[in-house]
T-cell receptor, first 115, second 118 residues
């Protein structure tokens, strides 16, 4: 079975500081991994995804994530936080075993950006 | 182009009533998913459609929950005899197809329906 664990339900950073949101996965097959962002009262928006190509994936709004098989991790980073980055972030793995493509989500991390 | 839309955006109902939630996927997307997001939690998968068939219903929490889809278009999630624990945001997502190929695995989400059962 596949699963995702996001370490830290709340992360607070100062504007301009590094953003690091942690995600670890468990998967018996090569995973497809995703980061989604959810702004208040909005649906989820895809930030980036890893689908077995380059291990360093660049996404929208300056975010990137690195797939590390040895660490079973897919942490999300951004060099300099902006106030508009305040949102909830979800890491997910695609369930490829049943070939349905359904996503298995972590519990989410709320990012607070302080001025 | 138009994204995934859901209606209503908010629904307040009394315990024991039936509710219907609607999802309009992106045109041409054959795959459609329903997820549930309880307060402070991640998303839970409910059901997956490929066209109008539902090969994976494993996430439906009880037989009070059902869903249908018309062709490759609208889907309706029905909850009968609602209970307070059904209160959540119900999210719908669509994707082009689940046939192997990274570019087709992205799911596009609607804004959700917030269901409150009193």
């Amino acid at each position: 079975a596949q699963s995702v664990t996001q370490l830290g339900s709340h992360v607070s950073v100062s504007e301009g500081a590094l953003v690091l949101l942690r995600c670890n996965y468990s998967s018996s097959v090569p995973p497809y991994l995703f980061w989604y962002v959810q702004y208040p009262n909005q649906g989820l928006q895809l930030l980036l995804k890893y689908t077995s190509a380059a291990t360093l994936v660049k996404g929208i709004n300056g975010f990137e994530a690195e797939f590390k098989k040895s660490e079973t991790s897919f942490h999300l980073t951004k060099p300099s936080a902006h106030m508009s980055d305040a949102a909830e972030y979800f890491c997910a793995v695609s369930d490829r075993s049943g070939n349905t493509g359904k996503l298995i989500f972590g519990q989410g991390t709320t990012l607070q950006v302080k001025p | 182009g138009a994204g995934v839309s859901q209606s209503p955006s908010n629904k307040v109902t009394e315990k024991g009533k039936d509710v219907e939630l609607r999802c309009d996927p992106i045109s041409g997307h054959t795959a459609l998913y329903w997820y549930r997001q309880r307060l402070g939690q991640g998303l839970e998968f409910l059901i997956y459609f490929q066209g109008n068939s539902a090969p994976d219903k494993s996430g439906l929490p009880s037989d009070r929950f059902s869903a249908e889809r018309t062709g490759e278009s609208v889907s309706t999630l029905t909850i009968q005899r609602t209970q307070q624990e059904d209160s959540a945001v119900y999210l719908c997502a669509s994707s082009l197809t689940v046939v192997a190929g990274p570019s087709t695995d992205t799911q596009y989400f609607g804004p959700g329906t917030r269901l409150t059962v009193l």
